[in-house]
């Protein structure tokens, strides 16, 4: 991997260069990457040929941001892979410090777009919420199908006490485009965190979630929703941890597959045996629309003490032929009836999201993706 040395790293000037050295050690120590390995299973990292890239950049716009735009980024990383660590060694960083007590009425809206072909970014997000503030933060991913390479974000937040932090990434990224991310955030006391998705572009699209509750009354919340269709794979593994005791997670992850495309869902509720009073729940649903399409999904508990209240079910199967019949002894066309169930499917979890004014926009393009993929007999090029 030529691109990505010591050289280029220095070439940046950043001020903080040692650190971004000895991240990008670590990368280079790290082992390859392999399915065979339980982080990686199901995946298609065999397939990823790093020195296809080279380091590059994005274009991101930020708005809304101006009265808390920061600059230092956290560096007491969680749980990272090596393609966090490639991020701190190449990151170009956006850094919201909201001050205790502060309440932003609008979302901050950030827009990464790839225009640059052959490239690997590395985008990075920090979200440091102080005692009793509230932020919402909508971060979009975007590249057109002509663009070739590799997206590797990190996301992480960080919620004081009794802060309120709702946090979506939309990923529109193009057919040729490669995605692989990272998120972290730490609840402390009585904090609120909810980590949202909508996940429609992309080749592969990877996101790694690690949700930590270190203060009693801390509660999360993941919310996604992906559809994946072609030869896309979306695959997504996520970590509910709970240290602190009464702390609170629900996760609700819903996607559909069509054609030949695939998707993998693994999840871990982890309860410490601090975390006495705990409540979590893990649902995982999936849609496959046609028979080349596949879904995993692997729900998982680790629970270290008694009293506690835990739940995960995930499903995989076809649309319900009762709610199309249904539908089509109304009168209703056969792939209206389709495209009728799989957007209520999906309400559950549009619902949720903290879009704003882009909730019209994310419908029309779920209305596009269901459009082609309830035709029988469909032809893709």
């Known amino acids: 991997m030529p691109s990505f040395t010591p050289e280029a790293v220095r070439s940046l000037r950043a001020a903080d260069t040692d650190l971004r050295l000895a991240a990008l050690e670590r990368f280079a120590a790290a082992p390859t990457p392999s399915p065979h390995e339980e982080l990686w299973r199901y995946s298609r990292i065999a397939e990823l040929s790093l020195d296809r890239y080279s380091p590059g950049s994005l274009t991101t716009t930020v708005n809304g941001a101006e009265a808390v735009l920061g600059t230092d980024v956290l560096d007491d990383e969680l749980e990272l892979d090596l393609f ?177 495309s695939r998707s993998v869902y693994t999840g871990l509720i982890k309860i410490g045996p601090e975390a006495r009073g705990t409540v979590a729940f893990q649902t995982n649903r999936n849609l496959t629309l046609s028979d080349g399409a596949w879904a995993e999904s692997v729900p998982n508990l680790e629970i270290e003490t008694n009293d506690v209240k835990c739940s995960h079910a995930s499903t995989v199967g076809p649309i319900d032929e009762e709610q199309r019949f249904y539908l089509e002894s109304r009168g209703i066309q056969p792939d209206i009836a389709e495209r009728l169930v799989v957007l209520g499917f999906f309400d559950e979890v549009l619902a949720q999201l903290p879009v704003g004014g882009l909730a019209a926009e994310l419908r029309e393009r779920i209305s596009a993706k269901l459009h082609t993929a309830v035709v029988p007999d469909k032809v893709t090029a």
């Open 84 to 260: 966090g660590d490639l991020n701190r060694a190449f990151m170009s960083a956006v850094v919201l410090r909201v001050p205790r007590g502060k309440v932003l009425d609008a979302p901050v809206v950030v827009t990464h777009t790839l225009a640059t072909d052959g490239v690997a970014c590395f985008p990075r997000l920090v979200i440091d919420a102080g005692e009793d503030s509230e932020i919402t933060v909508i971060e979009r991913f975007v590249s057109d199908d002509s663009v070739t390479g590799l997206i590797a974000p990190v996301l992480r937040v960080r919620a004081a006490q009794a802060a309120r932090v709702t946090y979506l990434s939309v990923n529109e990224l193009g057919s040729r485009v490669w995605q692989i991310a990272n998120q972290q955030s730490e609840g402390m006391r009585d904090s609120t965190t909810l980590l949202s998705t909508v996940a429609l572009g992309g080749d592969y699209a990877r996101v790694r979630t690690h949700a930590r509750l270190t203060g009693q009354g801390g509660s999360t919340r993941q919310v996604a929703l992906y559809f994946a269709d072609g030869t896309q794979t979306h695959d997504f593994r996520t970590t509910q941890e709970h240290i602190a005791p009464k702390t609170s997670s629900d996760l609700l992850f819903k996607g559909a597959v069509n054609d030949s």
